[in-house]
């Protein structure tokens, strides 16, 4: 990985995070074409950048964050689901994470649901984040465990989760911005410390893998901060089905790139 790799991956990771796309599969795809070698610090990397796009939502809604305790308890109740299934099953994540076809399938699927999901729930009862209920808090932190598969998306689960429980598309999309901090924020603080318990590199090259996480964090919290609003806006306007088309096609195109050149077996 070079610092061109770190640019690009930051800018893809902060334009995704939060469109129904998967940041994560994009990543996947996007490092195998470039040819770069799926080593652990690349996939640490991979997550870190993701807690740097998080953190715009900190920034742009932060009076949200102080308005009760009330919601700090459903974004714990939220986040339990993907403790304990990142628990269980964090080495078959691993090696899922490394399959572009797993991204590509997944792409496809998911696709295909968001083009039916705003006929589906089209009506809305909960419109703001102090209306979710507990129990509602908690069912779609089990629909954001489907994200752990690459190319489901992590965004799309949540916010599918969301309005499947009478959440408007804003306010589904706001909760899901909402859930992602401390389910990235655990996330990024257990890869960084099994790295640093296995780690046997440098002390020249962990300064520069410290540099690149910086530059790519602070990269991609840059680029959220402009891609946030700008899907709320187009989300309540046009709702998903975009989103679909655009996942079907992405997913068929990296399904055939995967059967017919070597492009994609880097990974």
């Given at each position: 990985?070079?610092?061109?790799?770190?640019?690009?991956?930051?800018?893809?990771?902060?334009?995704?995070?939060?469109?129904?796309?998967?940041?994560?599969?994009?990543?996947?795809?996007?490092?195998?074409?470039?040819?770069?070698?799926?080593?652990?610090?690349?996939?640490?990397?991979?997550?870190?950048?993701?807690?740097?796009?998080?953190?715009?939502?900190v920034v742009l809604y932060f009076k949200r964050f102080f308005r009760s305790i009330n919601f700090y308890i459903k974004l714990v109740?939220?986040?339990?689901?993907?403790?304990?299934?990142?628990l269980l099953f964090k080495k078959k994540i691993d090696v899922l994470l490394e399959s572009p076809l797993v991204v590509a399938i997944a792409f496809v699927v998911g696709g295909i649901i968001l083009l039916f999901v705003d006929d589906w729930f089209n009506k809305p009862t909960v419109d703001d984040e102090e209306q979710i209920s507990y129990s509602t808090a908690l069912k779609i932190g089990f629909f954001q465990c489907l994200a752990m598969v690459p190319g489901v998306s992590r965004s799309a689960a949540s916010i599918v989760g969301g309005m499947s429980q009478k959440l408007s598309r804003k306010a589904a999309a706001e909760f899901s911005f909402?859930?992602?901090?401390?389910?990235?924020?655990?996330?990024?603080?257990?890869?960084?410390?099994?790295?640093?318990?296995?780690?046997?590199?440098?002390?020249d090259e962990m300064h520069q893998d410290i540099k690149y996480l910086l530059i790519g964090s602070a990269i991609a919290f840059v680029v959220a901060l402009l891609a946030i609003k700008s899907f709320i806006t187009f989300l309540e306007k046009k709702g998903f089905k975009l989103f679909g088309y655009y996942r079907i096609v992405a997913g068929i195109v990296i399904i055939i790139l995967y059967f017919t050149t070597n492009a994609l077996h880097t990974a």
């Open positions: 990985m070079n610092i061109i790799h770190v640019i690009i991956l930051a800018i893809i990771e902060g334009l995704t995070e939060f469109l129904p796309v998967s940041s994560t599969g994009h990543l996947v795809i996007t490092s195998s074409l470039m040819g770069i070698s799926k080593d652990e610090f690349v996939k640490l990397f991979e997550i870190v950048i993701q807690l740097g796009a998080i953190l715009a939502v109740i939220g986040v339990i689901p993907a403790v304990i299934f990142g909402f859930l992602a901090v401390p389910t990235m924020f655990g996330a990024t603080i257990k890869d960084l410390w099994d790295f640093h318990k296995h780690s046997t590199i440098g002390a």
